[in-house]
């Protein structure tokens, strides 16, 4: 049994301190928001993921997961071994990741710390941050104690973050002292997997090279959808029959309204804002993130084209978080569609089955909707934003009824072209093949 302090209780710190408590170690989970630290103490978790809620309460149960918002108490009160920094990056004005809540938790740990640690960089940081947070704790410590930075970057999906911890395809670490990573790889052998240890900057350009990549492949597709739409081709065989070559995949080939959330966004932005600051030309960065922007104008650019116009009209979106199995409304492409159908004068209803409180906080003059059924009633148009299993059930002839006219645009692509003209609905949907509002 390791003791592990745990800074930040976002999804990242949540999830991998709760999943290390699971592994048998003692962790002590830190936060500055103490409504957040309060609320975890009653057994209130500030996000939603499957299966997270039950997993928390089974190891404070257990007695190997605390909560606290002192830094004194989480990393001396174990004493902690390792102190995790998962603390939140968010964009900059420029797009550069923000590292104010990095500083703040390198120079907290600085202050209190009595005895040797290895401090852990979880957080999604630009590269050299590794080095950035050395000197900051030795600038802060009241007396020099030893410590070592080990870059430990996390791939976790919302939604299915907790498979992603115990099962990863890899555990990426880079130290300049390989005895501190070969401590922290040790941490991780229960997980069996594939552990890779390099240097600092390498294990973090890691980082934002994979979730770039992952960008691309969606960008990708939804450009050779619009080409497909065109033609008279269906996206989805075309991802089908690209994804068959083992040096592709099928993974990430999904046509549609694009990515959001909280890392692809500003994981792309911050690797062309890096790019760019060392005279590089990040041009497939560009259009990867211009072809993502497009995809949310494209599916508002569908309604209008079968309604004629937007103005006085009523266009529901189904589901808002911008994944499934999530309530994370950061970089939702929901947001984007809300504001752009209401600058063109339409009336915007809303529904999500997990998502309704945190959607409450950032949509504006949106009308939420307690079932699918409910948003369907008087709407010209149903815009499908969000891939619930759920909506993939519907009782279409049901929610035809409820609809003022039977217009759907699948942002998705979960709905057959097809079974939905059978049900008698003008229906859209990305790349599959076919023009028009038929």
Known sequence: MKNICVVGVGYVGLVTGTCFADLG?????????????????????????????????????????SFTTSYEEAINGLPADFVFIAVGTPEGVDGEAD??????????????????????NKS???????????????????????FSVVSNPEFLREGSAIQDFLNPDRVVLGSLDREAAAKVADLHLPLRTTIMITDLRTAEMIKYASNAFLAAKISFINEIAAICEALGADVKEVAAGVGYDKRIGRTFLDAGIGWGGSCFPKDVKALAYMATVHGRHPQLLQAVMDINTDQRRLVVQKVRDCLGTLEGKTVGLLGLAFKPNTDDMRDAPSIDIAHMLQAEGALVKAYDPVAMVSAARVLHDVVLAE????????????????????????DMARLKRAMRQPVIVDGRNIYEPETMKAYGFTYRGIGRGYNGCG
């Open 25 to 65: 170690n003692r962790v002590c989970c830190l936060d500055i928001n103490a409504e957040r630290i309060e609320g975890l103490k009653r057994g209130i978790l500030p996000i939603y993921e499957p299966g997270l809620a039950e997993m928390v309460k089974r190891n404070v149960q257990a007695g190997r997961l």
């Open 99 to 120: 590292l104010r809540y990095v500083r703040m938790a390198a120079e907290s740990i600085a202050d209190v710390a009595d005895h040797p640690l290895i401090i852990v």
């Open 124 to 146: 999604t940081v630009p590269v050299g941050t590794g080095d950035w947070v050395a000197d900051i704790i030795r600038a802060h410590q009241k007396k020099p104690i030893p």
């Open 371 to 394: 079932d699918p059924y409910e948003l369907a009633e008087g709407c010209d148009a149903i815009i499908v934003v969000t891939e619930w299993n759920e909506f993939k059930q519907l």
